[in-house]
């Protein structure tokens, strides 16, 4: 099977759709897309709509829960506050419905997947070290597991006890290696914290252990020209456009 891989969309429709069209043709049997739907972007709707239209296994991600007003929103930053609000506001109850239902992670085929991190994913604790991945590791007995949350595209590969961190910020492709057991965050679609604002994602197939994550250039300022048109702070529209 090949798994197309996703994730911290935030209501980048441009992102988005540019993901979807490079994955339209690497021959996948199944979208998975690691959570953070909405939050920050100037397309809510339209990008849940796109997830569910594909039938992607969804995950549910920190800022799905915030605009479902499921979180104390005092927790945030004031951007991250003020977009949850502005998304609260705009979300189709159809969405608002589907986005209750998502689980923060499930175990697919022969791996795992979770938007923050393992054992606790309701802590939204961010991998960003190789020990945070070796708590994430520990805490299942998967080879593979898939995460999301950081914005960051990179792996991290256990041989042994010893984890290594590999970063994917222009792409990259591994085997699978027997013997080893691995992280791996495809980075984000809608909003890239690499330094490379190229909209990111994954191929994993599972036939051949490999996976490839790649990065595919967009239309990024039409993506923050909606941020500023919609009202939404100025520093969501700036961020993308240099991909921090
Ligand atoms: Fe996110």
Request: charge should be negative; include cysteine; charged fraction near 20%.
């Amino acid at each position: 099977m090949r798994y197309g891989i996703f994730g911290d969309v935030h209501g980048n429709l441009e992102g988005l759709e540019a993901v979807l069209e490079a994955l339209a043709g690497e021959r996948i049997g199944q979208y998975l897309c690691t959570g953070d739907i909405v939050g920050y972007g100037a397309d809510p709707n339209a990008c849940c709509e796109r997830v569910r239209e594909i039938g992607a296994i969804t995950l549910f991600g920190n800022h799905d829960q915030a605009c479902l007003g499921m979180v104390d929103l005092n927790w945030f930053n004031h951007v991250a506050r003020a977009a949850a609000q502005w998304t609260a506001r705009r979300l189709d109850p159809r969405h608002r419905e589907w986005l209750a239902t998502l689980p923060p992670t499930r175990r697919i085929h022969d791996f795992m997947t979770v938007h923050s991190s393992l054992p606790d994913p309701w802590r939204w604790i961010y991998v960003t070290t190789p020990a945070v991945a070796a708590e994430t590791l520990q805490a299942c007995s998967d080879q593979v597991v898939f995460i999301g949350h950081t914005h960051l595209a990179e792996a991290y590969r256990q041989e042994d006890d010893a984890v290594q961190k590999v970063s994917l910020r222009g792409g990259g492709t591994f085997t699978i290696a027997a013997g080893c057991r691995y992280v791996v965050n495809a980075g984000s679609c809608g909003q890239p914290r690499d330094g490379n604002p190229a909209a990111a994602y994954a191929v994993y197939d599972t036939d051949l252990c490999q996976v490839v994550v790649k990065r595919v250039s967009y239309d990024v300022q039409q993506a923050a020209d909606k941020i500023l048109q919609a009202g939404l702070p100025e520093f969501l529209a700036r961020r993308l456009l240099v991909g921090r």
